[in-house]
């Protein structure tokens, strides 16, 4: 099981990769992979070739959806969602709750669009937040 500490320190991560790597036009956080970009040009993107091949070139993804890229050995995109290797095909959602160690109000307050004021939250925004809970 995950302690209150690693789930923390994930997060932190999975916030530093949004914050500094992902560009506002590869970031769609109403979808797991969106096809909205597919006009963009991946190869100047650090991603990991075999994931770009999985979801698509010129794909936009959620914060969860960057998850397989942040944590290449506990995440993989299964079933046309990222979710944890070892899940048995539970939802990204329950993933992400049971990785990060929080609640799943707190998975639906970070990971959905519903947990946002705003009409498109760019992975900025979606990286406060998640600094936020983690204070």
Same mark, same amino acid.
């Given at each position: ?25 590869? =970031?769609?956080?109403?979808? =797991? ?11 100047? +993107? ?53 990785? =990060?160690? +929080? ?33």
């Amino acid at each position: 099981m995950t302690t209150k500490a690693e789930g923390n320190a994930r997060l932190k991560k999975l916030a530093n990769y949004l914050e500094k790597k992902v560009k506002p036009k590869y =970031f769609h956080l109403p979808e =797991f992979y969106s096809d909205i970009n597919n006009d963009y040009d991946w190869s100047g +993107i650090d991603i990991d070739a075999d994931l770009c091949k999985d979801i698509g070139c010129g794909t936009a993804a959620c914060a969860l959806g960057y998850c397989p890229l942040v944590f290449p050995k506990d995440w993989a995109v299964l079933a046309g969602g990222p979710r944890l290797k070892s899940s048995n095909f539970l939802s990204p959602f329950s993933c992400a709750e049971q990785y =990060f160690n +929080i609640s799943m109000d707190d998975v639906w307050e970070l990971f959905d669009q519903d947990g946002y004021s705003y009409d498109e939250p760019t992975a900025k925004q979606v990286a406060s937040k998640i600094r936020k809970l983690i204070k």
